[in-house]
Nanobody, 117 residues
């Protein structure tokens, strides 16, 4: 059974930084394309960043230059480093994993990020 557990959320002031982690258990980590998404109150969930099995990263325009996604195969963990945070970054952040062979998709439970102005 594949499980994803996010951590690292919290309350931070505008301009601050946070590092989110998503630990994956079960399955084959090297087969998973990983992504971070967020959902603000009253809004739809939106993609934030993704990283391929080979480490290729893509970002939403709203976070380019501020957020960095990375993965550590030894720790079976994907990270989202968030800098220069803005109040509009406030949301619940979720990670997901997609098996590139079976297309099975898994989600974590989310972690709250709140940026105060």
């Amino acid at each position: 059974q594949v499980q994803l557990v996010e951590s690292g959320g919290g309350l931070v002031q505008t301009g601050g930084s946070l590092r989110l982690s998503c630990a994956v258990s079960g399955g084959i980590f090297s087969s998973y394309a990983m992504g971070w998404h967020r959902q603000a109150p009253g809004k739809q969930r939106e993609p934030v960043a993704s990283i391929t099995t080979n480490g290729g990263a893509t970002y939403a325009d709203s976070v380019k230059g501020r957020f960095t996604i990375s993965r550590d195969s030894a720790k079976k963990t994907v990270y989202l480093d968030m800098n220069s945070l803005k109040p509009e970054d406030t949301a619940v952040y979720y990670c997901d994993a997609t098996d590139i062979w079976t297309k099975d998709n898994y989600w974590g439970q989310g972690t709250q990020v709140t940026v105060s102005s």
